[in-house]
């Protein structure tokens, strides 16, 4: 059985929730990441920013991305444990139509679950049934 822990990148970095969207918008730049959990003082997972969330609910908006705090912009959040298994990791991708998926541990993140972590660990008929149920609808 294959889990989320296997498939993860561990090598995540949180923004801070009170650190402003221009802050997160330079660490994907630097980090060549499309996206950044959100963590709180206690350094737990609070929710997670992608650059679509800073491009459409804030400059779109036209707010200022330097006085917009991180905190603001966090939705609903889903996550899987670290030994959760494959297939639980794909239905809630699945089902949420989400890309990117925080990987938690002890109520701590460890790491995150991307496309790209899932296109190294499944079959080819894996891959197309993920795409046509994350994107199709």
């Known amino acids: 059985m294959t889990t989320a822990r296997e ?12 650190q402003s969207l221009l802050d997160a918008a330079r660490m994907m730049r630097d980090l060549g990441v499309g996206s950044l959990p959100i963590c709180g003082k206690d350094d737990k997972l609070h929710g997670i920013i992608t650059d679509r969330d800073i491009v459409l609910r804030c400059v779109a908006d036209g707010r200022d991305p330097a006085s917009m705090k991180a905190g603001d912009m966090s939705g609903h959040l889903h996550w899987v444990q670290a030994d959760d298994d494959l297939s639980h990791v794909l239905r809630t991708m699945e089902d949420n139509q ?3 998926l925080p990987v938690i541990e002890d109520h701590r993140l460890v790491g995150m679950v991307s496309e790209a972590d899932l296109a190294r660990h499944l079959s080819e008929s894996q891959i197309a049934e993920f795409v046509e149920r994350v994107y199709a609808r």
């Not at 498939?7 to 009170?18: R, T, W």
Request: hydrophobic content about 35%.
């Open 98 to 100: 989400i890309r990117r």
């Open 7 to 18: 498939i993860m990148n561990s090598g995540v970095e949180c923004i801070k929730e009170d």
